[in-house]
């Protein structure tokens, strides 16, 4: 059983795509472990985006990312990271391939609706950048004994 950490970024709160998003993760087989709506502040954004700093699209990045509320979401399941990109789709919707959140809502690299970690290291920092360990829950869904053999 595997984490990962996702953003439901500005555009996809603005935009009404919550419910899309967070559908697409649940039908693929994912588990909600933790979930909430916040607004994230500069110091935060810059530390989540810290591997970026330097980069052009750093400042504009940043600025997007705590222009608006955003829903973060703790996945967990088996590969959940792998699966959990595979679901969002590259990083440039023009990109991504059909199907997949980037391609089916989105056009545009600075608008590109979801974050996911991007490897399990990863995903364990930024899991503690954004949830108390209370705030994480483990539990078992009735479909889950029908996601595997
Ligand atoms: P990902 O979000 O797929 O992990 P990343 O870590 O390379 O991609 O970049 C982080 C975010 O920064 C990305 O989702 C959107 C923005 N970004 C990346 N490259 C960009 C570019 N060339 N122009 C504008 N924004 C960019
Ligand atoms: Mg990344």
Known sequence: MERTLIIIKPDGVQRALVGNV???????GLRIAGMKLIQISRELAEEHYAEHKGKGFFEPTVKFI??????????EGANAVVAARQTMGATRPPEAAPGTIRADLGLD??????HGSDKPETAEREIKLYFKPEEL??????????LKE
């Open 66 to 75: 705590t222009s608006s509320p955003v829903v973060v979401m703790c996945l």
């Open 137 to 146: 829950i483990s539990y078992t869904r009735a479909g889950d004994v029908w």
């Open 22 to 28: 967070i559908s697409r993760f649940e039908q693929r």
């Open 109 to 114: 690299v600075s608008r590109n609706i979801v």
